[in-house]
């Protein structure tokens, strides 16, 4: 099974012979890789959607791996039986629906050894969500696709405090390691911000209405030069 570079970054996260169950699987791509290369015996490919679940199991089936992935029609984790998974990963939607997945999965992902998760957005959000749920945040990945960027977050039990909220905004251990997509990421927000910037205070008389959007874009251009002021340390 051929991956995409976003679905083979969160691939990459989920640890060899452990038990995946991949929620919102759409196409069931991930799983049916893993246990093709033998990294994993087994999966769960759940989906909220008939339509897509129905797409994973043709698949699945055309792969001939129908004994080793089972599908399973689920809102989140709510089909997920307690010790059935050792890995959850969670890609491809909304940071805040992602959260709620997660809260409203707390029962099943008890004995869950990792989590492995791609917001699409607000990711900010999701790795505050973690620290405050007990996860620790050990491993990033980010990918640049088809002119969109993708992070990836692996997170296991345990207790976390990164402080700053430059490192919940853009991942402490992205900028730790110097990740030359974020790198990429980051000029590309700070040239953004710099225009809106430009073009709002250029607003004149109408600078009251828009003040509020200038301080939110101001506030937002300082992380990101913080950010930033991580590639410029030397070695």
């Not at 069931?28 to 994973?56: C, H, K, Q, T």
């Not at 043709?58 to 984790?77: N, Q």
């Not at 991942?171 to 110097?178: H, P, S, V």
């Amino acid at each position: 099974m051929q991956l995409s570079m976003r679905l083979r970054m969160n691939a990459s996260l989920v640890t060899p012979g452990n038990r995946l169950a991949d929620v919102g699987t759409d196409h069931g791509y991930i799983p049916i890789a893993l246990v093709e290369e033998g990294v994993i015996p087994s999966a769960l490919a759940m989906d909220v959607n008939e339509g897509p679940l129905m797409r994973a199991e043709e698949h699945i089936r055309l792969s001939g791996l129908a004994p080793y992935i089972e599908t399973r029609l689920s809102d989140g984790l709510e089909k997920l039986g307690c010790g059935e998974a050792d890995s959850v990963l969670v890609a491809g939607m909304g940071g805040p629906l992602m959260i709620r997945i997660l809260q409203d999965g707390e029962r099943q992902l008890a004995g869950v050894s990792e989590l492995i998760l791609q917001p699409q957005s607000e990711i900010g959000l999701v790795r505050h969500f973690l620290e405050e749920s007990g996860w620790n945040i050990d491993a990033e990945d980010m990918v640049r696709e088809d002119g969109k960027y993708y992070t990836a977050i692996h997170a296991v039990p345990g207790d976390m405090a990164w402080g700053q909220e430059v490192f919940y905004r853009y991942g402490k251990l992205l900028l730790e390691n110097r990740h030359p997509v974020l790198r990429k990421y980051l000029e590309g927000r700070r040239e953004t911000c710099g225009k809106i910037l430009e073009n709002l205070r250029a607003q004149g008389r109408d600078l009251q209405k828009v003040s509020g959007r200038i301080r939110e874009m101001e506030e937002e251009l300082d992380i990101v030069r913080e950010g930033l002021a991580y590639y410029e340390r030397e070695t």
